[in-house]
């Protein structure tokens, strides 16, 4: 696609319930980084992917967030047993890091914005 | 990553220059700096970059002091659309591949108004 992808845009779930995230990166980009935005808030960095392996998940707030990155493409953020804190906008981005000539520029897609009631 | 410190907000006169100001005095050799910007309830979206030189593309330009140790981004010709929050970064280049993670403070709202 011509962008960063992300779904479900928008999500409504019950406290202690599961959800998925997911995001599709730029064709081709090898980095994929995941964000989260509380209200009025900044950017909280998460995890990030080279390829398939993540060298960098120092920003999972806790065991109850994974994620994983499949075929170095689409990504899925999964928090398990949500609680009312975990609502937030969560952001992707991807990068063509580690190919050839590079900026290191981020492209983000438009987020998925959870509610936990 | 180096910190770096800016204004919480600004305003700036539609059609006037906006001149957003970013000090990172711990900056090392091979960081970069970067800026973003984020329009309200959008994802941040990238403006600029460089390590020593000034830089100019399309959208603003970036003049970094001799020294490195601040820097700032201009905007020349301000519209009601640049009305958002500015991030200035700064990033290492590790190894030449991989960045990692680009740390995000809590920017300059940058406020266009008529």
């Known amino acids: 696609g011509a962008g960063v992808s992300q779904s479900p845009s928008n999500k409504v779930t019950e406290k202690g319930k599961d959800v998925e995230l997911r995001c599709d990166p730029i064709s081709g980009h090898t980095a994929l980084y995941w964000y989260r935005q509380s209200l009025g808030q900044g950017l909280e960095f998460l995890i990030y992917f080279q390829g398939n392996s993540a060298p960098d998940k120092s920003g999972l707030p806790s065991d109850r967030f994974s994620a994983e990155r499949t075929g170095g493409s689409v990504s899925t953020l999964t928090i398990q047993r949500t609680q009312q804190e975990d609502s937030a906008v969560y952001l992707c981005a991807s990068s063509l890091e580690g190919r050839g000539t590079f900026t290191g520029e981020l492209f983000f897609g438009e987020g998925s914005r959870l509610t936990v009631l | 990553d180096a910190k770096t410190t800016q204004p919480p907000s600004m305003d700036c006169a539609e059609g006037r220059a906006a001149n957003l100001p970013c000090n990172h005095s711990?900056?090392?050799?091979?960081?970069?700096v970067y800026w973003y910007r984020q329009i309200h309830s959008q994802g941040p979206q990238y403006i600029i970059h460089?390590?020593?030189n000034n830089e100019t593309n399309e959208m603003a330009s970036l003049i970094i002091t001799e020294d490195r140790k601040s820097s700032t981004l201009i905007l020349p010709h301000a519209t009601l659309r640049d009305t958002a929050v500015y991030y200035c970064i700064v990033r290492v280049r590790a190894g030449g591949t991989s960045y990692g993670k680009l740390t995000f403070g809590q920017g300059t709202i940058l406020t266009v108004h008529p």
């Open positions: 460089g390590l020593k």
């Open positions: 711990t900056i090392s050799g091979n960081e970069y």
